[in-house]
């Protein structure tokens, strides 16, 4: 199966289509959905204060039906980049972003970012080289994912949405994290950083968070989360994508981003900001 890539800027333009009038979802979502457009202010204290929380919207069933049977159909074309088990079997399709059509209007879907925007500013870009990619966790994998965090560091954070495309009970392999861990201190992002938390014995405070089907889930890129085991004989699918600010000290010169949302700004003081200097 043969895919087209579409070049950044033209990715650009049909985010923009999109929101005109693209993913629309008003056909299938609940009607209590229908008046959210971002995150309460209590929902917003609750995500500072514990590092994750499911967005109060869901993706609409028919889109996660076209976007599930997307996915599979590149797993099984092995369409490339994708990464393997050590059966030779596809359980993760990589950069869905340049993979365009449902992909990018999920990516850029309103209702995730209008959460977003609560959490983060009017300006959002999404990261190509962190998350960016569709996850099978298969059947009978027994393996408890590693325990892990998406950054190392507060100054370079990013935002992080699991898009849920089948239930994820415990028994499913659904995500584990540890409430309020985007606060301890700093530690690499290896093994041997986050090794040190669980000598400690952080990782026993840890909680699974089930989800179903069209649930979104954010995380803060700093807290401590893995997959957990699934222990039944159904494959469970999921979407990961990390987002955060325009930078305004670098704008939208660094390749390895997209702008979904706003301008993009940039604030340095140098002769590129063409008059608009900074203090």
């Not at 971002?38 to 609409?60: A, I, M």
């Not at 090794?195 to 405070?205: H, L, N």
């Amino acid at each position: 199966m043969g895919l087209t890539y579409q070049p950044r800027w033209e990715s650009l333009f049909s985010v923009k289509s999109h929101r005109q009038g693209g993913l629309n979802p008003c056909a299938t979502d609940p009607p209590e959905q229908r008046l959210r457009t971002d995150l309460s202010r209590d929902e917003l204290e609750l995500f500072r204060n514990n590092g994750y929380l499911k967005l109060p919207v869901t993706l609409p069933s028919d889109t996660v039906f076209e976007l599930r049977d997307t996915i599979l159909r590149d797993v099984q074309d092995a369409v490339e980049p994708v990464v393997r088990d050590d059966r030779g079997h596809v359980v993760r399709i990589s950069q869905v972003w340049n993979r365009g059509g449902i992909f990018q209007q999920v990516l850029a879907y309103d209702r995730v970012l209008d959460c977003l925007e609560s959490v983060l500013s009017p300006n959002i870009v999404l990261t190509l080289n962190r998350h960016n990619h569709c996850t099978l966790r298969t059947a009978g994998a027994g393996g408890e994912g590693w325990w892990h965090r998406d950054v190392s560091h507060w100054t370079r954070t990013v935002v992080s949405v699991l898009f849920y495309l089948d239930d994820a009970p415990l028994e499913r392999g659904c995500t584990h994290v540890v409430p309020g861990s985007h606060r301890l201190r700093y530690a690499p992002r290896g093994a041997e950083g986050v090794g040190a938390f669980e000598d400690e014995g952080i990782m026993r405070q840890s909680v699974p968070v089930p989800c179903q089907s069209g649930d979104m889930l954010l995380i803060n890129g700093l807290i401590l989360h893995c997959l957990g085991k699934n222990l039944t004989d159904k494959t469970r699918m999921s979407m990961t994508a990390g987002y955060h600010d325009v930078d305004e000290l670098y704008g939208m010169s660094n390749d390895k981003c997209v702008l979904v949302r706003g301008e993009p700004v940039y604030e340095g003081n140098d002769p590129s900001a063409k008059g608009r200097h900074a203090p």
